[in-house]
């Protein structure tokens, strides 16, 4: 088997190594991740400007572009043949809800399910990387139950979210919907040393749609999440009201 490993912290971030470790003897195992935090990109792409690819010193080979251009660059021009399963993280910090939609750890997963490759990403819910290893071992066990159960099946795309405790290899697996957040926190504006008006995005809102059956339920109640993600953005539900309003 072979893995490609990305993620969004960067190629030196500690939740990329301990990923890599826990990986060991799976398969072979390709490493590339951006240069900087990336958090917080979604699914861009560099397309005004070229990519370089870079040895880092840890053996990690690194891209200057986004979670979603390494995978594209590693897929289409670096690995001699695609993988077999593409993983992403493991994240400083949650990507539950809508935070999925903004999350660079979770569009490098995406990258490789677009290309039909199976595709999983983990994140630790709170940031910090406490129990980081007791995390790793979580991953370790979810890609060895889906290699044992689901590879070969086609492509699927997991988000995985798993509480910062030393026992959470232990805690149980729940299969999970995405929660809603409410609307982010306004924007913190400062002056610059220029005197310039600035402007930081400001934090994520609270849990909004947070009840039974969603991923913020689960690793409140010390469950690890995995949710199975689509791309389809489609509103199925009202497309036939949308074609009433254009009828002939």
């Known amino acids: 088997?072979?893995?490609?490993?990305?993620?969004?912290?960067?190629?030196?971030?500690?939740?990329l190594a301990a990923l890599v470790k826990a990986m060991q003897g799976?398969?072979?195992?390709?490493?590339?991740?951006?240069?900087?935090?990336?958090?917080g990109t979604s699914n861009a792409l560099s397309l005004h400007r070229p990519l370089s690819l870079?040895?880092?010193?840890?053996?990690?080979?690194?891209?200057?572009?986004?979670?979603?251009?390494?995978?594209?660059?590693?897929?289409?021009?670096?690995?001699?043949v695609l993988p077999d399963l593409v993983l992403s993280g493991i994240n400083n910090g949650?990507?539950?809800?809508?935070?999925?939609?903004?999350?660079?750890t979770v569009a490098a997963a995406m990258e490789g399910f677009l290309f039909g490759v199976p595709a999983i990403a983990f994140s630790q819910v709170e940031k910090g990387w406490a129990h980081l290893e007791a995390a790793a071992a979580v991953a370790r066990s979810v890609v060895?139950?889906?290699?044992?159960?689901?590879?070969?099946?086609?492509?699927?795309?997991?988000?995985?979210?798993?509480?910062?405790?030393?026992?959470?290899?232990?805690l149980p697996?729940?299969?999970?919907?995405?929660?809603?957040?409410?609307?982010?926190?306004?924007?913190?504006?400062?002056q610059s040393p220029r005197g310039e008006t600035i402007y930081w995005i400001g934090p994520a809102g609270d849990a909004?749609?947070?009840?039974?059956?969603?991923?913020?339920?689960?690793?409140?109640?010390?469950?690890?999440?995995?949710t199975p993600l689509q791309v389809d953005l489609t509103d199925h539900a009202h497309l036939a009201r949308w074609s009433n309003v254009w009828a002939p």
Request: glycine share 12%; charged share 20%; with cysteine.
């Open 208 to 226: 909004r749609e947070a009840g039974e059956g969603t991923d913020f339920h689960a690793t409140a109640s010390g469950r690890v999440s995995i």
């Open 26 to 39: 799976l398969g072979e195992i390709d490493v590339i991740a951006p240069e900087q935090n990336a958090s």
């Open 173 to 190: 697996r729940v299969v999970t919907r995405l929660g809603r957040r409410h609307a982010s926190e306004p924007v913190i504006r400062q």
């Open 94 to 104: 949650a990507n539950m809800g809508d935070d999925t939609l903004y999350s660079g």
């Open 54 to 80: 870079y040895q880092g010193i840890n053996g990690y080979r690194y891209i200057n572009g986004t979670p979603s251009d390494c995978v594209h660059v590693a897929l289409t021009g670096v690995l001699p």
């Open 144 to 170: 060895e139950k889906v290699v044992a159960t689901a590879l070969g099946r086609g492509p699927f795309l997991l988000n995985v979210n798993i509480p910062n405790r030393a026992d959470a290899l232990a």
């Open 1 to 15: 088997m072979r893995i490609l490993i990305a993620n969004d912290d960067g190629y030196l971030a500690p939740g």
